[in-house]
């Protein structure tokens, strides 16, 4: 999901295209600082480890694991590890794997205050390198990392093959779009990378259950169509079907209508105008903001004249306070659960 320049806790949180951001260090200066990641002593001679422990690999290992940029092999158990998808580290940590560095998002840092991974952080936070799909290099080198993972991102070519040459990376999912695939394919894509196979599909077996357990709780949401979007400034913004936010209500048993679908193409966002507002018009239309944004939609005169308004099926969630819509916008095996918790009585009071 692209993001904007705006912090996501009251204001327009990740909705303006990324573009591609040059590696902030030369490939040459990456790879010096590498080969300390390496391990060196004063010497400026390799370490040496003992034979019983360079042997020693975890029967899960090697793995090979395919993505968008080609293939990456795994040797043994990744101990040291890096996080530059945006809300990677969420699985990472269902994961029993504590990263040692992960980028911002949102102005909380990953380790900030959302109450789904707080718990997990415990008192040892990750180093912070990078923002959004703009990374430190040099500060990721400096941690050492054996493995460097990069699912829910944006990453270029050109920041994959540099970081390449500082540890193993498992860039974007292989046949998605930036952003638009889906939580169990990253979950599935970590745990392979972690040598954890079997928990992931354990974590993925769980949640799927939430959800069916929703959808049998309310079967009337079958077949009814939703919308999910984001007002800033005058304008507003739909979400692609593939993105997590909406794909959070699909797996409720709501669907997209063809009109939505077209409009949003192969886009993850789109950017409409009040008189586009059309295709905004759903059974359940689902707006992401702040009490001010809030206030703005609903006294826009067109947003008014609006089916889904006048028969008040729309729902206003906030970024914060209760963190809801950080929670659909990570989509995550720790963050649907307390999404579910949270959006479930809200759809409910919409007769």
């Known amino acids: 999901m692209p993001l904007g320049t705006r ?32 391990g060196s002593n004063a ?13 020693a690999k975890s029967a899960a290992f090697p793995v090979t694991v395919e993505h968008k940029y080609g293939s990456t092999k795994i040797e043994a158990e990744p101990k040291k590890v890096v996080t530059l998808g945006l809300s990677d580290q969420d699985a990472v940590l269902a994961l029993g794997v504590r990263p040692v560095g992960s980028v911002d998002w949102f102005k909380e840092k990953p380790y900030g205050k959302w109450p789904w991974t707080k718990e997990l ?35 270029k070519k050109e920041q994959y093959d540099t970081l390449s040459q500082i540890a193993k990376v498992v860039a974007q999912p292989k046949g998605h779009e930036d952003y638009q695939a889906s939580w169990q394919v990253r979950t599935k894509q970590i745990g392979k990378a972690l040598g954890k196979d079997a928990e992931s599909e354990k974590l993925i077996a769980g949640i799927d259950a939430r959800f069916k357990a929703v959808r049998d709780k309310h079967p009337e949401w079958k077949g009814r169509t939703v919308a ?20 959070f209500l699909t797996e409720m048993g709501f669907t997209t209508s063809a009109a939505y679908e077209k409009a ?4 993850n966002i789109a950017e409409l105008s009040s008189e ?20 703005a939609v609903k006294a826009d005169p067109l947003y008014k004249k609006t089916k889904v308004h006048q028969e008040k099926r729309d729902l206003f969630l906030p970024y914060n306070s209760p963190d809801i819509g950080a929670a659909l ?23």
């Open 121 to 155: 952080w415990g008192s040892t936070p990750p180093q912070i390198v990078g923002e959004r799909d703009e990374y430190n290099m040099e500060k990721i080198a400096a941690l050492k990392p054996d493995l460097i993972v990069a699912q829910y991102s944006g990453m």
């Open 329 to 351: 916008s990570f989509n995550t095996v720790l963050s649907i659960p307390y999404a579910i918790d949270e959006v479930v009585p809200r759809l409910e009071a919409i007769k």
């Open 43 to 55: 010497t400026g001679k390799a370490e040496s480890k003992p034979s019983g422990e360079a042997e």
């Open 7 to 38: 912090t996501a806790l009251g204001t327009r949180t990740a909705l303006t295209k990324i573009a591609g951001h040059v590696p902030r260090v030369t490939v040459a200066a990456v790879a010096a600082l590498a080969l300390t990641a390496c």
């Open 228 to 247: 999910v979007g984001e007002p800033y400034g005058g304008k507003y913004s739909a979400f692609s079907p593939r993105d997590p936010k909406v794909m």
């Open 276 to 295: 586009r507002l059309d295709v905004m018009d759903a059974d359940r239309t689902v707006w992401l903001g702040t009490p001010e944004s809030e206030k």
């Open 264 to 267: 949003l193409g192969k886009q």
